[in-house]
């Protein structure tokens, strides 16, 4: 059934801040730290006070040129720094030091991948270098907000992408994303919850096929992945029925209410601020020059594309594995170190997408406490592909084993725990030969023409060496056994 919704399509933008994970401030050796004692990190330079003057932490452009070489953008040489000027609480310099027409990264790109497994790729417009405000608390006291300092000055990233996004799902894909990117390149922890990565979406809707954006709205304050699609998709639906009511689309800013999953106007652009931007006096321009851009390059981590690319063609992992190996940096790691020790590609893949992760889901611990390191995983599919243990007895004996005893050897810890298959002929023949012994009727059944018997014999092999004759030599021998009497 078509709906009224389906005449229109969703346009939208995101523009997200990401905290760089640096030790001091963008512009003072304050400590940058989550989570410290309210107003603790705080010294003259970070509020402005007279005579105080900014520094500059090299970091942040160092960031700033990682992610831009990551997105394909293009590192401006230039880039100067400017005051935005407004009046807040939480900001008591009174202005913000900021890029305004030089970002240090212009263009580039965001590769997503959808549901349907569809695939698209979001332009960004430009990635910018500035400072964060402090942090005004409006729900610890039921009077008063609290303004807590230790943020004001701390180093950001906005990335700011075109109005490619066409719907909640997409913005969600897209952020997951940017958030795997600069967590990859280590730059940002990509915290939404506790803020360290912020993002806030301008939205507008129009009758598809239309040439003209919409009036945009924009959404703050969803702190989390689910969240923005959710604002997203709330905001859809109440500009649509405000068109087909033919009232107009406010220009204004609202923010998002999790607890329904509604959005409410915050303030109109009509009464926005005029920042007065003007160049910030007390910083110089900042020349980045191609020596130091390749430079950086040279100190790139593999990003999750190339990983995925290579875990796919190289490696042969389906599309699945690939991207639930590569959706978090630590497991791509891990995974990284057992193949540089086996190249059993996808058992590797299986054996760190379930036993591994479920040994942590039960644990509830992180991969960076797991007793086993890549190697130890790599060692047990080794055991396993030369015939050594079964993929049965690997899983439910030696892997617990293992995980209690990381110091033991994969060797030593098989034999105590006795799953050594028996894969030296004459083991096994010695075996077949109980099992002839024991089953004279069955015998002459086969030698008759019965062949199916050969299933009942390897039954009968397997209890009398107790599992550990390797089935596939097992079943070679005693067929020729059989065949032979
Ligand atoms: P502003 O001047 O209001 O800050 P910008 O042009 O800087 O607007 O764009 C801010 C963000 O809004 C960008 O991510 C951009 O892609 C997005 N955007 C711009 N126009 C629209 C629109 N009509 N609908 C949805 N998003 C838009
Ligand atoms: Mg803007």
């Known amino acids: 059934m078509s709906s009224i919704y389906d005449k229109y399509e969703a346009v939208i933008g995101l523009e997200v801040h990401a905290q760089l994970t ?49 997105c394909g953008s293009e590192i401006r040489e230039q880039n100067l720094f400017a005051r935005k000027n407004y009046f ?109 990565m912020r993002c806030d979406a301008n939205i507008s809707v129009r009758l598809k096929g239309a040439s003209e954006f919409g009036q945009k709205v924009e959404v703050k304050n969803m702190n989390s992945l689910r969240n923005v699609q959710r604002a997203i998709e709330f905001e859809i639906k109440r500009q649509i029925d405000l068109v087909e009511a033919g009232e107009p689309v406010d220009h204004e800013t609202r923010t998002f209410n999790a607890v329904d999953g509604s959005t409410s106007g915050m303030r109109s652009k009509e009464e926005a601020n005029d ?38 063609t190289t490696y042969k992992l389906n599309e699945y594995d690939a991207s639930v190996i590569t959706d978090s940096k630590e497991v791509a790691m891990f995974y990284e170190k057992v193949v540089s020790h086996t190249t059993n590609y996808k058992s590797a893949a299986n ?40 993929n049965s007895a690997a899983s439910q004996k030696l892997f617990p084993a293992l995980v209690s005893n990381p110091n033991k050897s994969v060797e030593v810890l098989a034999e105590e725990l006795d799953i050594i298959q028996q894969s030296d002929d004459s083991a096994i023949q010695q075996f077949i030969q109980e099992v002839i012994d ?18 009942f014999f390897m039954g009968q092999l397997m209890r009398v060496s107790k599992g550990k004759a390797d089935p596939k030599k097992s079943n070679q021998l005693i067929k ?6």
């Open 22 to 70: 640096t030790q001091s401030k963008a512009f003072s050796n304050d400590v940058n730290e989550y989570g410290a004692m309210p107003n603790h990190n705080v010294s003259p330079i970070s509020l402005g006070h007279p005579g105080t003057l900014p520094t500059f932490n090299q970091r942040s452009p160092e960031y700033g040129i990682k992610l831009g070489l990551a």
């Open 88 to 196: 807040y609480a939480d900001l008591p310099k009174g202005y913000q030091i900021t890029q305004f027409d030089t970002p240090i990264c212009n263009g580039g790109s965001i590769n997503i991948k959808l549901n349907d497994g569809s695939k698209k790729s979001i332009r960004l417009t430009r990635i910018h270098m500035e400072e964060d405000s402090g942090k005004s608390i409006h729900d610890q006291d039921p009077m008063f907000t609290l303004v807590d300092l230790n943020r004001a000055g701390v180093p950001l990233l906005e990335i700011v992408s075109e109005p490619d996004l066409r719907s909640g799902e997409e913005a969600y894909q897209y952020l997951a994303e940017v958030r795997k990117l600069v967590r990859y390149l280590d730059i940002c922890d990509g915290n939404l919850e506790e803020g360290s």
């Open 275 to 312: 920042y007065r931007y003007f160049p910030e006096p007390d910083l110089l321009p900042l020349t980045i020059t191609q020596e130091y851009i390749e430079q950086v390059r040279s100190t790139l981590p593999a990003l999750p594309n190339e990983l995925f690319e290579k875990y796919t």
């Open 351 to 390: 054996w760190v997408m379930t036993e591994v992760k479920a040994y942590l889901n039960e644990q509830a611990i992180h991969l960076s406490e797991f007793p086993l390191d890549g190697q130890q995983i790599a060692e047990i599919i080794t055991a396993i592909d030369s015939g050594k243990i079964s």
């Open 438 to 455: 024991a089953n004279p009727a069955e015998v002459e059944r086969y030698k008759s023409g019965d062949k199916k018997l050969l299933g």
């Open 480 to 485: 020729n056994s059989l065949d032979a009497l």
